[in-house]
């Protein structure tokens, strides 16, 4: 079986079957300010994946907090990455430009938890999906660099590939997929697929 990231991104565990999945082929969302939920609202109602508001927000709800605007009182991500000093580090350094630059939007003060968010979302959802995973299985994630949170770049490969050797993945190589422009700097951006298998060795988030 192939597992193409589901909407349960969070916790996939949940509606796969235990130790049942040989390849993971997915691109994540990326830490921006693009709400997947809002651009492609209309295609989900149209596919019968939601029928209403509340559908809609529950749905919010189960993805990876990659923007300010699924961003929800009770959520509890950034704890899974309190231990990350190199995402720690790029928080702080989005709130202190932040603070220099005199930004005060409520948008803009979300920025720092989102980078705490996304990437503890992430790694929530590489560990809950050890769960499905069998042992040498092969993981391919499509993910770029942003410098959507003013304009502090963020290596987004790089990080995601700390997280997943945290829990137990062995990084096998971050190759280039495509170069893309910012659409507000006109910088190129690099496109990266981590690849990684799991080992069969679990680690927990303490």
């Not at 235990?18 to 939920?37: A, C």
Request: glycine share 6%.
């Amino acid at each position: 079986p192939v597992f193409i990231y589901c909407e349960d991104a969070r916790d996939p565990a949940r509606v796969l079957e235990p130790r049942s999945i040989q390849f993971v082929i997915t691109s994540p969302p990326y830490p921006n300010e693009k709400d997947y939920t809002r651009t492609t609202r209309l295609e989900s109602v149209l596919l019968g994946f939601v029928k209403n508001k509340a559908e809609l927000r529950e749905l919010k709800r189960r993805l990876i907090r990659s923007n300010t605007r699924n961003v929800f009182r009770d959520d509890d991500d950034a704890v899974w990455v309190e231990k990350f000093e190199s995402i720690q580090k790029l928080a702080k350094e989005v709130e202190a430009r932040r603070v220099a630059l005199g930004k005060t939007s409520g948008f803009e003060r979300l920025y720092h938890l989102v980078v705490r968010h996304y990437f503890g979302g992430m790694a929530r959802h590489f560990a809950n999906l050890r769960q499905a995973l069998k042992k040498g299985a092969k993981l391919a994630y499509v993910v770029g660099d942003q410098a959507s949170y003013l304009r502090v770049m963020i290596r987004t490969s790089h990080l995601i590939a700390e997280i997943a050797d945290y829990f137990g993945y062995r990084v096998d190589g971050i190759e280039l997929f495509r170069t893309r422009l910012a659409t507000a700097t006109r910088t190129a951006l690099r496109e990266e697929i981590v690849w990684l298998t799991w080992t069969g060795k679990e680690r927990s988030c303490g």
